[in-house]
């Protein structure tokens, strides 16, 4: 996914930002980006003056950001067709936290990704989409030994598992698409004729939510019974999921045909706000589909995460950015 806001134009967008002394938070890193306000209800999240700013750079493709702990925690994210996940904290920086992330042999036949992608906490640990293996992996977090979560769907290997969501009820929904894979659409690794989004049970069961679209990201509102997913085809869809996480009904939350294009990864905020990847950033969406705002910055966002210190951090090609978000 590429970025339409240009270098040229995001230089200039800088000149009519407000002076660190009025913005949210002074910046600590360099300032990349900007917040644009489209609808009043942005206030309650994030101010308009928030400063975008580099906190860790030297990635090959950032992806997947998870925030461990509490404020003073630490943020984990993938690289992952450099096969490692990085760690960074205010206290000691950036470190690479467990090199291969994903397949072990130098070079894999199959593998476009050989990395992990998202990440999140769940299971007493790491739990991360493993493209390069084809799988979901848990992660202990002090020991970094993996464990395979799942591999296969009725006997058949997953294409390149992408990105991930902890449902209330402890399981974990997640997305198959076959970018991991050479050839991605066309792979000849395939062993699905379909791109799924799949949920895994507590108990190890793997079950279809959906075979009809061409996923990416994926996300959860607060009470569990709205799946929303990123289609490369049409927008944002939305699974509403009864009491034991089954669809009941699905339909377009975000439609491209309005304009907005593009998308990645998603996460959802405790009000029910979708921060989602789109061509112009993370556009940031009411739950019922009103656009609020976007996060804008010089290059592509690929995913985002949610700090306990406040901050929204979000993967952007190379790096690691983030903006400081309104609390409460």
């Not at 593998?111 to 989409?129: C, F, P």
């Not at 999921?241 to 998308?263: C, E, W």
Request: glycine share 12%; proline share 6%; charged share 25%.
């Amino acid at each position: 996914m590429t970025t339409a806001f240009t270098r040229r134009a995001f230089t200039a967008s800088l000149a009519a930002l407000p002076t660190l002394a009025h913005a949210a938070r002074a910046p600590t890193g360099p300032v990349v980006g900007r917040v644009e306000r489209l609808d009043p209800a942005l206030d309650a999240l994030i101010d308009a003056d928030a400063p975008v700013e580099t906190v860790l750079d030297g990635f090959t493709w950032s992806e997947g950001p998870v925030w461990v702990g509490g404020r003073s925690g630490y943020l984990l994210a993938s690289d992952v067709p450099g096969n490692r996940i990085m760690r960074w904290s205010p206290a000691t920086g950036g470190e690479v936290w467990l090199t291969p992330s994903g397949r072990g042999d130098a070079n894999p036949i199959s593998a476009r990704e050989a990395g992990t992608n998202g990440l999140i906490v769940a299971r007493g640990g790491l739990v991360a989409a493993d493209s390069g293996n084809r799988c979901l992996v848990r992660i202990d977090l002090a020991t970094r030994r993996k464990t395979v979560l799942c591999a296969h769907f009725e006997g058949r290997r997953f294409n390149s598992p992408n990105d991930l969501v902890l449902a209330p009820d402890a399981a974990i929904y997640f997305t198959d698409p076959p970018w991991g894979l050479k050839g991605a659409w066309s792979s000849p690794y395939r062993e699905m004729d379909y791109f799924g989004v799949f949920r895994l049970a507590p108990d190890g069961e793997v079950s279809l939510v959906d075979k009809t679209l061409q996923p990416n990201g994926i996300g959860l509102s607060p009470d569990g019974r709205t799946l929303y997913v990123t289609d490369r085809d049409t927008g944002w869809v939305a699974f509403a999921l009864d009491a034991k996480g089954r669809v009941t009904d699905r339909r377009m939350f975000v439609d491209r045909s309005s304009g907005i294009q593009g998308g990645d990864g998603l996460k959802v905020d405790r009000k029910g706000n979708v921060w989602a990847s789109s061509k112009d950033g993370i556009s940031i969406f009411a739950p019922d589909g009103r656009r609020l705002g976007v996060i804008r910055a010089d290059d592509v966002i690929s995913n985002c995460a949610f700090g306990a210190d406040g901050f929204l951090y979000m993967s952007s090609n190379k790096r690691l950015i983030r903006a400081p978000l309104r609390r409460g």
